[in-house]
């Protein structure tokens, strides 16, 4: 479900390497997502008949969304541009997967008491059939789905549906695969801020691209190399994982000053991984700032034209659209 890592905001840490390095290196042709954006936001009518959100000061959904489309454009060197080509406000909370659905008064009982409806988990196949996703999906209109909701609306953070859906971050849809082609849905807290979306995707990237290198091992399996940090390769940290930066010693320690050796600058240049290590701390990527980190961690991303071993060396590529994944077997 919705991640409970701490938000933030800031600058970016250290510049990419020059392109004059590669002077052949080329970008990609970027892209455009459309998005159907989904926000579970009641009134409370014994509350003067404001908005839960609003009543209890948390983020506006559209601003949310906004700065993350920027983040992730900025993060994807240009190639990812999402635009909400439709917005829905629900009056009302999502159906929980054993047909539970708070109401204005058990939700607020619930959040001052700290206990909340077990199964958290939300029914997606109604969510799916109430927007009308799969025809929306099917004929072009959107390709992705984003579901924004207050704590425990039982959102994961990300979900993925359609023919040969496989694990993101959640397990498979079941119950989508007459749909044409893959989409994901994901899960927002707008109690929480862009770096838990960030964070969010991070965990998307990791299983699609975790799919992508299926089947590789060693230096072959690229992403693991990617994602490998001090603690568990001492010495040979790249560019870590969303929850370890290449110098942390567990989870979510972004803040640590712990200098190790790290060859991340490598990623910059790819697919020539033979550069020198350099010492790094977590003033690179902000200090222990979630949304720094991210925005970090997602800059070192293979983001060029070209490919190896029928790979893409624009990994966004998988990320954005998981239709580009060419599962096993």
Not at 72 to 95: H, K, M, T
Not at 178 to 183: Q, S, T
Not at 270 to 277: A, R
Request: aromatic letters at 12%.
């Amino acid at each position: 479900m919705a991640g409970d890592a701490r938000k933030g905001s800031g600058s970016v840490g250290r510049p990419p390497a020059s392109d004059a390095l590669h002077p052949m290196r080329e970008l990609p042709v970027p892209v455009r997502r459309a998005v159907l954006m989904v926000i579970h936001d009641p009134i409370l009518r014994s509350q003067g008949g404001r908005p839960l959100r609003e009543r209890l000061g948390w983020n506006d959904p559209k601003r949310l969304a906004r700065d993350y489309i920027d983040e992730v454009r900025r993060c994807s060197w240009g190639y990812a541009n999402y635009q909400i080509v439709e917005r829905v406000v629900v009056d009302g909370f999502p159906l929980k997967r054993d047909g539970f659905r708070y109401t204005e008064h058990s939700y607020l009982e619930a959040l001052r008491a700290g206990r909340f409806h077990d199964p958290d988990g939300v029914d997606y196949l109604e969510l799916v059939n109430q927007f009308d996703i799969i025809h929306r999906v099917n004929s072009g209109a959107i390709d992705e789905v984003w579901l924004f909701g207050p704590p425990s609306s039982g959102y994961w953070e990300s979900i993925m549906a359609g023919p040969g859906a496989f694990w993101c971050n959640a397990p498979p849809l079941d119950g989508t695969g007459h749909c044409r082609r893959r989409f994901v849905i994901m899960g927002f807290n707008y109690e929480r801020g862009v770096g838990e979306m960030l964070e969010d995707l991070g965990h998307r990237a990791e299983s699609i691209l975790s799919e992508v290198f299926k089947g590789k091992h060693g230096d072959a399996h690229l992403f693991e190399r990617f994602t490998r940090y001090d603690l568990t390769h001492p010495n040979g940290a790249e560019a870590g994982s969303v929850h370890f930066a290449p110098n942390s010693l567990r989870d979510y320690d972004w803040g640590n000053p712990r200098p190790v050796l790290s060859r991340c600058d490598n990623w910059y240049n790819f697919p020539d991984l033979n550069g020198e290590p350099r010492v790094v701390t977590c003033r690179e990527w902000g200090n222990g700032d979630i949304r720094e980190h991210h925005r970090w961690w997602f800059r070192h991303f293979p983001h060029f034209v070209g490919e190896s071993d029928g790979i893409s060396w624009n990994w966004w590529e998988y990320v954005i659209d998981p239709n580009r994944v060419q599962l096993a077997g």
